[in-house]
């Protein structure tokens, strides 16, 4: 998901699960590319056909998008991220590298977010304090603080599962298992985590809110 919209949803006063998972179009989107890999994968093993289909099945996508004159970001988010996995594999000559980039990106975001906890500076309220303009003001108030500590850990504990799960699927080589368990976990995963990230966070600012200051008496 484009961070754009993961921050409009964070800054919203209600949480739109289907905008959240990229409504219908942009699930399938970012989930086709996937299927089709361990479909060609079960059917014809290698890497070649895997990959090549993939790749071809996300330029289709974007193709259809650049046509009807729809926004693309997503759809080119999803490419990118097909076409990182596609060179790894075929530089590797192993379809296994298709999953090697996201493993590297999920410990990279892991070890960030937990790097921002230990320093006091959750990226969580980091986050929110360029979306609610509030810079970090948050810091001062030691509430807010443990929300965002609390939110950031939520969100680390969702990279951590992946890995978690994920890499011993790649390193045993099961890479049909590793391909469906990864659709599952990522936008529906990503959607959930974003849900409860937004339910610690949604009341930290307006706790915070200036006061009107009392009347003085004559």
Do not use: C
């Not at 659709?183 to 990230?197: E, N, Q, R, S, Y």
Request: glycine share 12%; charged share 15%; no cysteine.
């Amino acid at each position: 998901m484009p961070e754009g919209k993961a921050a409009r949803l964070l800054s919203g006063d209600t949480f739109d699960l289907h905008a959240a998972i990229g409504g219908w179009r942009g699930f399938v989107e970012s989930s086709l590319p996937g299927i089709v890999f361990v479909v060609a994968y079960l059917v014809w093993g290698g890497f070649r056909v895997p990959v090549l289909a993939a790749a071809g099945v996300m330029v289709v996508l974007v193709g259809v998008r650049l046509i009807q004159r729809t926004p693309v970001t997503q759809a080119l988010a999803g490419a990118a991220g097909v076409a990182i996995g596609a060179i790894w594999a075929w530089r590797s000559g192993d379809a296994a590298g298709y999953f090697e980039p996201g493993m590297w990106v999920n410990a990279a975001y892991l070890a960030g977010i937990l790097i921002s906890m230990l320093v006091g500076w959750p990226a969580v309220g980091i986050v929110m304090g360029l979306i609610r303009g509030d810079g970090t003001a948050w810091r001062e108030h030691p509430s807010e603080r443990r929300r965002y500590q609390l939110a950031s850990g939520v969100l680390a504990a969702m990279f951590a599962l992946r890995l978690a799960v994920q890499l011993p699927l790649l390193l045993a080589d099961q890479l049909a298992v590793l391909g469906t368990v990864k659709l599952a976990m990522g936008v529906p995963l990503f959607a959930l985590t974003l849900w409860g990230v937004w339910l610690l966070s949604r009341d930290a600012a307006p706790a915070r809110a200036p006061q009107d200051p009392p009347p003085t008496t004559r």
